[in-house]
C-alpha cells in the first residue's frame, strides 16, 4: 500500500528532550494507527510532525500530493463567536447535508440528533459550550469535512461509552479505503483494540511498530521484552568470561618467554617429568623394586641386604675383581 504520508530520518527536539530521534515511518492508505506511549513522550509532537504543523530539526516529511488532512488537537481552535452550525456545518445548505446519511450520522452521535440537541441546538454559540461539548463539536466538524487523513489527540477524552462505541465503529467502517487512513493518539485500551490495524509506540525518540490493536501489542511487547532479556544475559555471560580470562594469574597468560615456550606449558611440562619420575620410582619407594645398586662406589652406606640376595651381592664383588684384573692384565689368547 503507497504511504499517504512518509517520514524519513526525522529529529527534533524540544528544550533539553530528543522528542524524535532519526524516527522514519509511513502511514500508508487503509492505515488505522493507534498511538501509544507514556505522557511527555513525544506523541502529541509526532501527530504535529504529520499534519505538517511542526517542521522537524531535521529529516524530511513527505504526502502524497492533493492529499488533505484533519487535525483534532487536544484544545480545539474554534470560534467562540460561531453557531455551532456554523462551526460543524460550515455553509452547506441544509437540504445538502441534511440528505446526506454521512454526515446526519456524524450529527446522531456526537451531537444527539440533527438539530444538535446534545450540545443545545445548531443555532447555540461555541464560547459558552463546556470543554465536552466544544471538543465533540470540534470531533463532528472534522467528520463532517472528511479528510484524506485523520489525525486524532485523544478523541476519546469527553466521549461517553456510547459515544466511544459510535466513533470506533464510524472509524472503522468509514476509514478503511486505500486513499484515506487515521491515526489515533489515545489512553483507551478498548477504542484501541476496536479501531487500530496497528499501535505504534512512543518511547525515548523511537516510535516502534506492532501490528494490531492494544492487546496484540502488548503480547507482543512482552515477547520483545523477554527477546532482549535473553540477548542481555547471554551477552552478560560472555563478558563474564571474557572478564575472568581477563583477570586469571598474570603467569597463565600465553605469553611466550625468551625461549619461545608459553609460562604454563612449560610449568605443565615440568609438572609432567616430575610426575612421571614418581611413578617410576614410586615401586622402589613402596620396596617392589628397587634400583641397582651402584657397586663402584665404595663406602657408600646401603639397605640392609636381605639374606636370600647375599650370595649374589659376593658374586657381584667377584666379578668386579676380575674385571679390574683384567685391565690391569688382558689374557693372551691362545695361540699367540
Ligand atoms: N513548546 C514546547 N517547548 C518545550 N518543550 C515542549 C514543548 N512542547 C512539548 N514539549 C516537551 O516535549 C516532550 C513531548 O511532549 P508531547 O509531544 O506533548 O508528549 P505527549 O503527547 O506524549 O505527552 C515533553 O517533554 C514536553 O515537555
Ligand atoms: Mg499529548
Known sequence: MANLVSVERASLALGTAQVLDAVSLGLAGGDRIGVVGRNGGGKTTLLRVLAGVRSPDSGRVARASGLTTGVLAQDDALDPDATVREAVLGDRPE????????????????????????????DARIGPLSGGERRRAALAALLVERPDVLLLDEPTNHLDVEGVAWLAEHLVTRYSSPSNAVLAITHDRWFLDAIATATWEVESGAVNAFDGGYAAYVLAKAERTRMAAVTAERRDNLLRKELAWLRRPHEQAEVPDRRGQCPHRRRAATAGRRRARRLRDEPARQGRHRPPRRLDRPGRPGPPRPRHLAARAGGADRHRRRQRRRQVDPPARPGR
Not at 95 to 108: C, E, K, N, T
Open 95 to 122: 437540504h445538502v447535508w441534511a440528505s446526506d446519511p454521512r454526515i446526519r450520522d456524524v450529527l446522531d452521535g456526537l451531537l444527539g440528533g440533527v438539530d444538535a440537541r446534545g450540545v443545545g441546538g445548531l
